[in-house]
């Protein structure tokens, strides 16, 4: 039956470029939802940007330019990104829309009017230079600010807090009835450590920033001298976009899926799942938590250490599909991975030029030069039967892999077919039967063409682009079903004269 399935990005920062993480994670979310709306159910992918706070300010500051402008131009740039990416996203948020302010401001108006916002005093060490709150970790040896050299005062000020410890004991409840709300399960498990943490220390969450020292910012409809601080807002945003207040809102909002790495692990599973109890919105189906892409000397990629890849310059070397397929395929998704061009090169040309590659380009040589087809009358060959009890594997792999997240587990699921009719070609020797068995020869190349098309419908999710452009030759339907038999495939009878180059091998450029 047709379900309705959300996916989401975070809604990233605008204080810089988008770079080859916030890429990964879009594109990982892509990869889902291509394969979600394959499998005929209804998808609504969103993502966004994140505009207010004073880590925003300030970038636009540096910049020299007024903060609207600012935020316009970044918005844009992410915006322009995914679409040279070929990101197939639905919409996407900026925090700055009115549509966005509308639903923060009912939201909290919503959670205060019910008695969970309260006014309460703030005391923290304060860093004027930075103009926030620095939490003891940010502070060097000296008890300084990393960044000022100066020792933080401790301030105490009026600021609305939402009673989260309320809400904890009663999602710990619901996470330890159903662990899938988080995974994979080593984040599960984090998040109830986290909860647990929080329950001990007592603190609720604050969430305003007073206007006379930060005014970049959505206004507490219920004190005109404060803005909403920038988690409460921008978490809100998943709900904004999926229509919040609407009819459809509640069947779109019913399969909400949030990917997330594991930097914004606690916002995402601890403030908001109790956000969303507080406001009485029905809780999302599952966060989905992914590592890091470490450059070098193993440090997280981020634009504040500068080590980060510029996800443009690697798409114009090697192509979209081909740097999506590294992502993909590279991460264990949930733990981190290393980054650097030789992984990348041996990756590519390891499975996208030798196996995929060799494999349409020698069965798609030989049909030409063997005048054998594209035949779709041509009968199954022999092998047909060790192809099939492939195929039922990956079926069952393939689909139970991207249910589960696994991006990489389900891409290996088609290489394990794909390495299969790789040794049913060198096994039966087409070229040999060209000359002493035409007719087996006919059958034998057929049927790998059939078995061809079926690795090129499983791998559109992650391969959107190439492998469009050969089933369109082959006269193929990409919007077809993932089929589990040869013979539920349909191509056109052809003579092929050329057809585009798969994947190239590529030299290490440093
Ligand atoms: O945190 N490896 O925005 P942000 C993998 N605005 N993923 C990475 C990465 C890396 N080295 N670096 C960044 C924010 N990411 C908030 C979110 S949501 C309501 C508000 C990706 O611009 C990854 O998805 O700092 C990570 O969680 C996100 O970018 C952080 O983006």
């Given at each position: 039956m047709k379900k309705s399935v959300m996916i989401t990005t975070p809604a990233y920062y605008v204080n810089a470029r988008p770079h080859i993480g916030h890429a990964y994670t879009t594109i990982a979310c892509d990869t889902w939802a291509r394969y979600q709306r394959l499998t005929g159910n209804d998808v609504f992918f969103l993502t966004g940007t994140d505009e207010h706070g004073d880590k925003i300010v300030k970038a636009a500051a540096e910049q020299g330019k007024s903060v609207e402008e600012y935020c316009d131009e970044i918005a844009g740039e992410f915006k322009s990104v995914w679409q040279s990416l070929g990101i197939s996203c639905d919409d996407m948020i900026r925090t700055t829309e009115v549509r966005h302010k509308k639903v923060v401001t009912e939201i909290l108006q919503k959670i205060y009017d019910a008695g969970d916002i309260y006014a309460g005093e703030y005391t923290g060490k304060y860093c004027f230079g930075c103009e926030r709150y620095l939490t003891d970790k940010e502070l060097n040896g000296k008890g300084e600010c990393e960044v000022h050299l100066k020792v933080p005062e401790v301030i105490s000020e009026k600021n609305y807090f939402f009673k989260m410890q309320k809400y904890l004991p009663i999602w710990k409840e619901m996470l330890l009835k159903n662990s899938s709300l988080v995974q994979p399960e080593g984040y599960y498990k984090e998040v109830l450590g986290t909860i647990d943490e929080l329950v001990k220390n007592g603190e609720d969450l604050s969430i305003s920033r007073p206007k006379k020292r930060l005014k970049w910012g959505i206004e507490i409809p219920f004190d005109k001298d404060y803005v909403t601080y920038v988690w409460f807002d921008a978490l809100i945003n998943y709900v904004s976009a999926a229509?919040?207040?609407?009819?459809?809102f509640g069947v779109r909002w019913s399969g909400a899926h949030h990917m997330i790495a594991k930097d914004i692990l606690k916002p995402h599973g601890v403030y908001w799942p109790t956000m969303l109890l507080a406001a009485q919105i029905p809780m999302y189906k599952r966060l989905i938590v992914h590592g890091y892409w470490l450059g070098f000397q193993d440090q997280k990629m981020s634009k504040s250490l500068g080590n980060a890849k510029d996800p443009l310059e690697l798409s114009a070397w090697l192509g979209n599909d081909a740097l999506r397929f590294f992502l993909m395929r590279e991460m264990n998704f949930g733990g981190d991975a290393r980054f650097s061009e030789e992984i990348m090169v041996n990756r590519l040309n390891a499975n996208l030029a030798n196996d995929l590659g060799n494999l349409v380009q020698r069965t798609l040589s030989m049909l030409k030069k063997y005048e054998c087809?594209?035949?779709?009358?041509a009968k199954l060959h022999q092998s047909g039967d060790t192809i099939h009890a492939a195929l039922k594997t990956l079926k069952k792999d393939y689909h139970q892999r991207f249910e589960s997240f696994e991006f990489h587990n389900a891409i290996e699921s088609v290489f394990v077919l794909i390495r299969l009719l790789n040794k049913i070609v060198d096994e039966y020797k087409p070229w040999q039967l060209a000359k002493e068995n035409l007719p087996e020869c006919v059958s034998l190349l057929n049927t790998l063409l059939r078995a061809i098309v079926i690795v090129l419908l499983y791998l559109r999710p992650v391969l959107p682009e190439k492998t469009a452009d050969l089933l369109s030759l082959l006269k193929v339907k990409s919007d077809e079903e993932f089929p589990d038999t040869l013979t539920a495939v349909h191509f056109a009878e052809a003579k092929l004269d050329t057809w585009p180059m798969l994947f190239q091998r590529i030299e290490i450029k440093e």
């Open positions: 229509g919040y207040g609407a009819s459809s087809g594209p035949a779709p009358s």
